[in-house]
């Protein structure tokens, strides 16, 4: 409040001792502090006071409004929550709806056709190599024809 040290405070004290005298310093030292208490007291009623008008006149909401019309994160998170509520508005009847719907039912067609593509080729080199495996194998000769 006023901006004193140590060594100014311990200087005060001093020439009040000696000025005022041992006796009358506690004495002079308490009345400092009413002093001082009555004063911190009226400058917080004084405050309250000036707060309450100020809430009265609105001076707090102008003061909110004008803080959050300067702040540019506000502004920007404000029209991030505006463009993601045009998202979550989704309509499945409008054009876009259609053509999504549209665009899944191909995907699926086009899953179903390679699944079927690939099934057929798994089936097909199961069968050639069942094929191989034959021919590659001697075949052996049954005993009929060994005895001929």
């Not at 005298?21 to 309250?48: H, Y």
């Amino acid at each position: 409040m006023f901006d004193l040290g140590l060594t100014e405070l311990l200087l005060i004290g001093i020439v009040a001792l000696i000025i005022v005298g041992p006796k009358d310093l506690p004495v002079l030292f308490r009345r400092v502090g009413e002093f001082v208490g009555r004063m911190k007291g009226m400058a917080r009623e004084f405050t309250s006071a000036m707060n309450d008008a100020a809430d009265e006149a609105g001076v707090k909401d102008v003061a909110k409004t004008m803080r959050a019309a300067t702040n540019p994160i506000k502004t920007g998170l404000d029209k991030v929550g505006e463009t993601t509520k045009e998202f979550t508005n989704f309509d499945p009847l409008s054009e876009t709806g259609k053509l999504a719907a549209q665009r899944e039912d191909a995907s699926k067609k086009i899953h179903k056709v390679t699944d079927k593509r690939q099934n057929d080729k798994k089936g097909s080199t199961a069968v050639t190599k069942s094929e191989k495996n034959n021919k590659s194998r001697p075949k052996k000769k049954s005993k009929s024809e060994n005895k001929k």
